[in-house]
């Protein structure tokens, strides 16, 4: 009998009695968590975002679904990303990181940026021309695709972003107390101040240029840390406010079409317009913080913080979480 009991015991032990403990792993989306800094749409249903510590999130069908991978063995954060074509795309952030795909994502290669300095933006002329924009007035310049960089520098602020209209319309927002937005029309060996004079405060910390968009060589945008978009139809001679409500900082502006356009702020505020930029609206998402917006004709993504990422198809009138672990 104190066999039988025994068994039953050890029995017990094993089937339930008392709680089992499994190892659970999350499957769909996998965990990432990091802050998501870029971006960007190179085809139809293709969707790439990067952001901390070197994460790559790429979706193939809109959205539905992502593959992660940390592609810089150093995990240092990607502060932006640029599309040269469907297959082609150049990324870069701090320390001085570069690197290149030419298969969609698939695998990496580092490029020699030749800096320490924290790169901020990247973004190409063509195949072979491109520009990236650091801290310390770090300008670098590729004419072979990426495989080689020309360093320079502007002054000693940071220089956030650098849009690239054509060879002869070059862009740069900086966080100077006095030069904020900077244009070279030499190929970037020389920059002219086309700071507006009605763009104030006029401290770094709150009219900082950290978005620039332009949708042709003469009509362009630019926000500002204190949530002012500027707007020129003369290629930046003339800047003209067009917003009046108080809104964080203006982390990136992008146009689906001459009218229809989108701006996001580190406040979780989506900013849409349809009438060339004349005015905008205003739309909040609770608990965010954006850093990036990126449209197609089918729909509009912004991503930010905790690895946030929303999707509208309705021209933002709503907005789909497509990854979030802010809550």
Do not use: H
Not at 47 to 52: D, P, R
């Amino acid at each position: 009998m104190r066999k039988i009991l025994t068994v039953i015991f050890v029995l017990a032990l094993s089937t339930g009695s008392f709680p089992q403990y499994y190892k659970w792993e999350w499957q769909n989306p996998e965990l990432n968590g990091n802050d998501i800094n870029d971006v960007i749409l190179p085809g139809a249903g293709n969707v790439l975002a990067f952001g901390n510590a070197g994460v790559s999130q790429v979706s193939v069908n809109g959205g539905l679904t992502w593959s992660i991978a940390y592609i810089d063995s150093f995990k240092r954060d990607i502060m932006g990303a640029y599309s040269i074509d469907n297959s082609s795309i150049v990324i870069c952030g701090r320390a001085g990181l570069l690197m290149k795909t030419t298969n969609g994502g698939g695998s990496w290669e580092y490029l020699n940026s030749g800096t320490p300095e924290d790169l901020y933006d990247v973004e190409f002329v063509d195949a072979d021309t491109g520009y990236a924009v650091g801290s310390k007035g770090t300008i670098l310049k590729t004419k072979d695709g990426g495989n080689s960089w020309a360093s320079s520098t502007y002054g000693a602020s940071n220089i956030y972003k650098v849009r690239a209209v054509n060879a002869t319309n070059i862009f740069i927002g900086v966080s100077s107390t006095t030069e904020r937005i900077l244009k070279s029309i030499d190929y970037g060996s020389s920059w002219v101040n086309i700071t507006p004079g009605n763009i104030t405060p006029v401290t770094t910390s709150t009219s900082s240029v950290y978005a620039i968009c332009f949708l042709d060589a003469k009509i362009g945008f630019f926000g500002t840390a204190n949530g002012n978009i500027f707007k020129t139809t003369d290629s930046g001679t003339v800047w003209t406010k067009k917003t009046n409500f108080v809104v964080g900082a203006v982390r990136d502006i992008e146009f689906i079409s001459t009218a229809e356009g989108y701006a996001v702020d580190d406040q979780g505020n989506i900013l849409i317009t349809t009438d060339a930029g004349e005015t905008w609206t205003e739309r909040k998402v609770p608990l965010q913080k954006f850093y990036a917006v990126s449209c197609d004709s089918s729909a509009v993504y912004c991503a930010g913080v905790a690895a946030g990422i929303y999707k509208s198809t309705d021209k933002g009138v709503s907005w789909s979480p497509l990854m979030n672990y802010t809550t």
